[in-house]
């Protein structure tokens, strides 16, 4: 069954969970605390506990009855008449009206006592039981003094609800003690609240602040202070002051009751409630403050804990966001800038600096900075130097708690001169190396603490990779136009002047006056003339395809006159005029999907057949090629070299900057690396086979397989 909620609330806020805490902690201590006998019905009139007094007064056990109709303890001559009043009372308590009965319970004496039906709430506004309060005899109501014991409870529950729904605690506090106080006739009510790392906040009603800091301070027998000795624990409760040894600077006040607002062992300060006058019973009063006091220590737990939630939350918040920009901007100063502007409000710093160490590492100089102050130049240390300087000569961070006592703390040049009361100061480092430093201040206040530490380490360790990442930016862009440099110089500088070389070459082989020794020195000469400009063709192929991004734009094309074009161009080469090339059959048209590099591809294949085939014939075939997956157009080109050995067949396509240093100065490392490239281009396939299964020596087999497009004229 749900745990009972006294005092029927309109509840929007607080969820079940928290709702179901507060009522199972006002029944458990009204249970535990009222001094009358109690006994909680469930709705269908089951007992579910009895207080303390209520076994004493029936002599059973609460566990003794529990689940048992309240018939079960009525005395047997009790008539049947006062039966149908009290079930008809407790139907009117369960509709939610308090109703009253007499009831003779089955006691030694049999007592006859006039009793008060309660209707209790559960957390959603429904009533889910009563509460039947035992009175001392016929015609007399439950002893409370001057309060009515249904309004003590009834505030006592809607206050506790109220406390917990509330957000401003300070002001709910106030104004719950000020209720609460008025409805159990006390003169005035005093809270001192203890706040972690602030100053103990004074909450009052009916009462000055001065006089009820001055109550607080009241001095006791042994000395102590009355706020210290409620703190610890000792609840203290005086009816008179004036006959008490207790020195009260407030001399209006007669009667007091000091009581610690505690959860769980742990003190969460203290409260005072009194009189200005005598009278009024105290000691009767006593348990319904303490459960008070113990709602609002239960507040100020939930308060506390969803405030750390909060900063928790916002630190969660705070990396989630500087590691979002970490991954998606290479703005070294702007990223700095937002580590650092996170980082300051997650610890309240006043400055914040990001220094780099030099290439030299003998300075620091700030790369990033936030300050409350204009600076008007860049702040410099040099390693060693105030703070920041020894933890960059160490590399241990620093948590220094009073900065403006320790005599290694010193101006940064160009800062403010007031001296910071608090610095954090940890070294930017990865993978062993240094980087820099993270400096933040604090101006006399409360003071940096271990954890907020721990919390700057993890943002160093972002603005340590911002800063590798970028520096490591600077050398691939360096690089990389280094790169650009060594590519322009080659494809367009180097290629003119090769031009005429090989012009001058070409003229000169035909020149009739060499003898063939001289020949065959200008065709050597020509040759490798020839194999630069192949080379330059293919890094300026290369670097195209390069920037290219996203999907290549293919188009339909017939691979067979492509085909003829390039055999054409290369017999054109005096370099290739005793090569013979022929293409054995090929169908008229064999369309795929390619561009105008598919003529690259085609070159470089037989160029290489030219090259190393021997001087004997180049054979090339066009076929339609069937497999699994599909239809494909088939170029097969034969050389008659001295073949391809087979470790080299598995890598011969791959990718240029994947390649070893042996295949590429083999001279075929470039030109089919492209081929390979292009191949991926078309989402085709291309390998090497002997042209004699078995026989590598015999020859090489170069093929390669587009996916075929049929066409109308096909068709």
Known sequence: MRPLMLGQQDIDGPSDEVLDRVTMLNTSHLLDHLPDPLIHLDMGGRMVSLNGPAESALGRSSCECQGQFLEALLSKNFSSHGLDQYQQAFKQCTNGTPARANLVFDTPHNVDRQCVLIPSWDAHGTVDGALLLMGDGRGT?????????????????????????????????????????????????????????????????????????????????????????????????????????????????????????????????????????????LGLLYPILQVFCNHVATSLRNARLHKELMVRSDILQGLYETTQALSSTLELKELLQMILHTARNLVSADNCYIFQLDHSRESLHAIAYITEEEIREVPVLKVGEGITGLVANTGKGQLVVRADLDPRAITIPGTPDDDPSSIICVPLQLSEELLGVMTLEKRPGIPFTKKQYELIELFSLQAAMAIHRASQYDQIRIYASNLQMYNVLLTHDVANFNVPIHGFLEMLIKDPKLDLRQRRYVRSALVQSDNISEVISDIRELSRLR?????????????????????????????????????????????????????????????????????????????????????????????????????????????????????????????????????????????????????????????VIIPKIVTRAME
């Open 547 to 703: 920037r290219q991004t996203g999907e290549a734009l293919l188009e339909a094309v017939n691979l067979v006159p492509i085909l003829k074009e390039v055999r054409e161009d290369l017999l054109s080469n005096a370099v290739n005029e005793d090569v013979e090339a022929h293409i054995n059959s090929a169908p008229d048209i064999a369309m795929v999907m390619a561009d105008s590099s598919l003529k690259v591809l085609f070159h470089n294949l037989l160029a290489y057949a030219f090259k190393y085939g021997q001087g004997r014939p180049v054979e090339i075939d066009v076929m339609e090629h069937q497999d699994p997956t599909g239809g494909w157009w088939r170029v097969r080109i034969m050389d008659g070299g001295k073949g391809i050995p087979e470790e080299q067949k598995r890598g011969m396509f791959r990718r240029y900057d994947r390649l070893d240093t042996v295949q590429g100065s083999d001279g075929y490392g470039l030109s089919m690396s492209v081929v390979g490239i292009l191949t991926d281009r078309y989402h085709g396939k291309v390998w090497v086979e002997d042209r004699v299964p078995g026989d590598p020596c015999r020859g090489t087999s170069y093929n």
């Open 141 to 281: 109501e439950p002893p409370r003094g001057e309060a009515d014991p249904y309004e003590m409870i009834k505030v006592l529950a809607s206050t506790s609800l109220e406390v917990h729904e509330g957000c401003d605690l300070k002001e709910l506090i106030e104004s719950e003690a000020s209720r609460l106080a008025l409805s159990l006739g006390l003169d005035f009510a005093i809270f001192r609240i203890l706040h972690p790392q602030e100053r103990p906040q004074i909450i009052c009603h009916g009462i000055e602040d001065a006089d009820a800091v001055q109550v607080l301070d009241s001095q006791l027998p042994d000395g102590s202070l009355l706020y210290q000795t409620v703190n610890r624990g000792q609840e203290i409760m005086v009816e008179d002051l004036e006959r008490s040894e207790i020195s009260c600077p407030v001399p209006e006040i007669r009667s007091l009751v000091g009581l610690t607002v505690n959860w769980s062992e742990r003190a969460y300060g203290c409260a005072v409630f009194g009189n200005r006058r005598l009278g009024g019973d």
